[in-house]
C-alpha cells in the first residue's frame, strides 16, 4: 500500500497587527496558492517581551485570526532567546527543522513560508531552518521602497518569489530584493480596506470626543529606543506636533501614543497643551491608526514619518502633515540605516506642519518620477555593493538636482567615499590623506589639550 503523500503547510510569520492584516488582504485576494493547513507564526519583537502585549491578544485580532487554521508563538518555540537576537548555528539547523516539525505537528509536510524583514532574524531565522523552501516577502511599511539593508545569503535569497506590498505610494516601484530579481506584487488596496473595515467592528474603548470640529491625530514614535533622538528630543518633537496643529487652528487633538513609549511623554504633552489652550486627549489603547482614521475622520494626521502617514493620504484621503523629518535626516547614522527611505518619502511627499498654506493646498512635494530618481541615488548611495547599477542613475540625479532643498537627503562624505557628484573638491580630496597635514593638527590637538589642563590646574 502507496503512503500518503505529504501535505502543503504554508507558514505566515508576523509582528504587527498591520502585517497580519495585510497577509489577511492577500489572503482574501487569493495572492496564496492552495493549502492544506495554514499557520499563523506570531513574534513578539519588543525589546522586553514580557512587558507588551501580544500580538494574538490585541484588539481585533480575533477579526484576523479566522484566515488561518492555528496560530503558533515564536518566543515559545525559541524560549529563552530572544527572536530579534537569534538565529541556528549552520550545524544545528537540520537539529531546529526536525524540533519545529515536531513542535508544530508538520511531519513531512511541504513548507512555504511568508516572512516579512528577510534580512533580519526572526524572519531570517527562519528562512535558515526550513533549509530550500520557497519564501515570500510581504512589506508592512514604507522600507520596501529602499534597499535591502544588508547582503543576504544567496542560499535564502534566491528562494524569494515575491515581494507583496501595499500601494502605498502609487507610481513607485518597490527596491527591496531586486538584486534577486524578486518581482514586486500589489497587494490590492481595496482588499485591505475592507481587512481594516473589520477591525473598527471590534468593540474597543476609545475616549469620548467634543462634539463639533474634527479633531487632529498625532502619531507618536518610540525613535529614543533606537538611539535617534534622545528621549527630552523626541518628547519636544511630539510637542511640535501638537504646537503645529494650534498654529493651524486647530483645538482638539488625539495623541495616539507608540505602544511600548513611556507615559511621561503624556503627561508633558498635556501640560504643554494646556498652556496653548488646546484640548488633549491620550488613547490608552493598542489600535491601529486606520481603525481611528475610519472611526474618527480626523480633520489632519500629524507625524514624523510613521507609514500610517501614507495611508492616511494614499488609501484615505485624509490630509497629513510632517514634522523633524529634517532632524532625523541629519541624525540618522549610518548613511545606510534603513529609516532614511521612510523618512525620505515622508519629507519628499508631505507637507510641513508649519507651512499652513501647503498643509491647507495638501500640495504633493515631489511628483513620483522625481521621486523614483531621487530614492534611486539614495538607495545606492545606501548600499553600492548590493545595487551597483544604480551607479550611472545616482551620478546623473546629483549632478542634476544637487541644491539648496536635496542636499537634505544625501551626507558629502557619503558622496566623497563613493566618488559621486557633490563630493569635496577634487583640489581639496589631499587633506585627508596628506601625512603632514595629519602631523599638524594631531599636535594642533595635543597642544589644545594640554591648554584646557593647565586651566583646570
Not at 77 to 87: D, L, S
Not at 101 to 121: P, T
Not at 385 to 411: C, G, M, S, V
Request: hydrophobic share 45%.
Amino acid at each position: 500500500m502507496a503512503s500518503p503523500s505529504p501535505g502543503r503547510t504554508q507558514i505566515f510569520l508576523a509582528s504587527t497587527l498591520y502585517g497580519v492584516a495585510t497577509l489577511a488582504a492577500a489572503l482574501d485576494a487569493d495572492r496564496f496558492g492552495p493549502a492544506d493547513r495554514r499557520i499563523l507564526l506570531v513574534s513578539n519583537n519588543a525589546a522586553t517581551p514580557e512587558t507588551t502585549t501580544p500580538l494574538d491578544e490585541m484588539p481585533g485580532f480575533e477579526r484576523l485570526r479566522g484566515r488561518f487554521d492555528e496560530v503558533r508563538s515564536w518566543n515559545e518555540a525559541i524560549a529563552p532567546f530572544h527572536p530579534g537576537g537569534w538565529a541556528p548555528r549552520g550545524d544545528d539547523v537540520v537539529l531546529w527543522e526536525r524540533y519545529v516539525r515536531m513542535l508544530w505537528d508538520l511531519g513531512d509536510d511541504e513548507i512555504e513560508l511568508a516572512v516579512e524583514s528577510i534580512q533580519v532574524n526572526p524572519a531570517l531565522a527562519l528562512a535558515q531552518i526550513f533549509t530550500g523552501v520557497p519564501v515570500d516577502v510581504y512589506a508592512d511599511g514604507l522600507m520596501s521602497y529602499g534597499p535591502t539593508r544588508n547582503k543576504i545569503d544567496p542560499l535564502v535569497g534566491t528562494r524569494v518569489r515575491r515581494l507583496l506590498h501595499l500601494d502605498l505610494v502609487p507610481g513607485l516601484t518597490p527596491l527591496l530584493l531586486t538584486e534577486f530579481g524578486v518581482a514586486p506584487e500589489v497587494v490590492p488596496t481595496d482588499a485591505f480596506l475592507k481587512v481594516l473595515a473589520e477591525l473598527t467592528e471590534e468593540p474597543v474603548e476609545l475616549p469620548e470626543l467634543p462634539d463639533g470640529e474634527a479633531p487632529v491625530l498625532v502619531l507618536g514614535q518610540y525613535l529614543s529606543a533606537l538611539s535617534i533622538l534622545t528621549a527630552e528630543e523626541e518628547e519636544e518633537l511630539h510637542i511640535r506636533m501638537v504646537r503645529g496643529a494650534a498654529s493651524l487652528g486647530h483645538r482638539h487633538v488625539v495623541f495616539k501614543p507608540h505602544p511600548t513609549a513611556p507615559a511621561r511623554w503624556s503627561r508633558a504633552l498635556e501640560k504643554e497643551a494646556r498652556t496653548i489652550g488646546v484640548e488633549l486627549t491620550v488613547l490608552d489603547s493598542p489600535v491601529l491608526a486606520e481603525v481611528l482614521y475610519q472611526r474618527m475622520r480626523p480633520a489632519l494626521v500629524v507625524g514624523c514619518f510613521s507609514t500610517a502617514l501614507l495611508t492616511a493620504s494614499a488609501l484615505y484621503g485624509l490630509p497629513a502633515a510632517r514634522t523633524g523629518t529634517d532632524l532625523l535626516l541629519e541624525r540618522l547614522a549610518p548613511y545606510q540605516n534603513s529609516n532614511r527611505v521612510p523618512v525620505t518619502i515622508v519629507d519628499a511627499l508631505l507637507p510641513e506642519i508649519t507651512d499652513g498654506t501647503a498643509v491647507a493646498a495638501q500640495e504633493a512635494g515631489l511628483g513620483t518620477g522625481e521621486l523614483t530618481n531621487l530614492l534611486k541615488a539614495v538607495g545606492f548611495a545606501m548600499q553600492p555593493q548590493i545595487y551597483p547599477r544604480l551607479r550611472p542613475e545616482a551620478e546623473r540625479y546629483l549632478a542634476r538636482n544637487l541644491d539648496a532643498h536635496t542636499w537634505r537627503y544625501f551626507k558629502r562624505r557619503r558622496l566623497t567615499a563613493l566618488a559621486l557628484p557633490g563630493a569635496v573638491p577634487s583640489q581639496l580630496a589631499f587633506i585627508p590623506r596628506n601625512a603632514a597635514v595629519r602631523r599638524v593638527a594631531r599636535r594642533a590637538r595635543s597642544v589644545q589639550r594640554s591648554l584646557k589642563r593647565t586651566a583646570l590646574g
